[in-house]
């Protein structure tokens, strides 16, 4: 393969594919996230029920072909952290809505590296304290590109309410 491009997208890229009370409690003491998250400059944040699964989708815009080549996905990161016994349960990726691909099995938390975030002093009081993990999956093979692509990624809570946080989503691509 020649040329890579990465690609990121945003926390607030991402989708929750079910929405309501029953799925989600307030975040953060904040009421009015009940049923629908908190979308922060920071990450998004969902509080899922106890005992809930839930599908988080995150669109990652893809060229498909660049100077007359057909360009490959070869790998897929996320960056998010679980409080209060959640966890990350699947991970696929989606191409074209209907081609599905298997990231990690069903019931499996993928492997991830801590990403620590780098603050300065005078701003900590601001900003949350958090526990970044940056996940990597790695396709088999290069998927060539035709349609768009999506990482799909189920989080799930245990017996008591439990909270996910995305901090964002990207991709590799690369082309020859």
Do not use: N
């Not at 679980?82 to 990690?104: C, F, K, N, P, Y």
């Amino acid at each position: 393969m020649g040329v890579t491009s990465r690609i990121w997208v945003p926390a607030a890229s991402v989708q929750p594919q079910e929405r309501g009370p029953d799925y989600f409690a307030p975040v953060d003491g904040a009421p009015w996230s009940e049923g629908s998250g908190f979308y922060r400059g920071f990450f998004s944040a969902f509080r899922l029920r106890g005992g809930k699964d839930a599908w988080f989708h995150f669109p990652i815009p893809a060229i498909v072909e660049q100077d007359g080549q057909t360009l490959h996905l070869t790998e897929l990161q996320l960056m998010w952290e679980v409080l209060d016994g959640a966890r990350l349960s699947w991970a696929t990726l989606q191409h074209g809505g209907m081609e599905r691909v298997e990231l990690i099995p069903r019931l499996t938390s993928p492997d991830s590296i801590a990403v620590p975030a780098d603050i300065p002093a005078e701003a900590r009081p601001w900003h949350p304290q958090c526990d970044r993990r940056l996940s990597t999956f790695t396709l088999e093979r290069p998927l060539p590109l035709r349609f768009g692509i999506q990482l799909c990624v189920m989080a799930s809570a245990a017996e008591t309410d439990g909270t996910v946080r995305f901090f964002g989503a990207g991709a590799r691509l690369t082309a020859g």
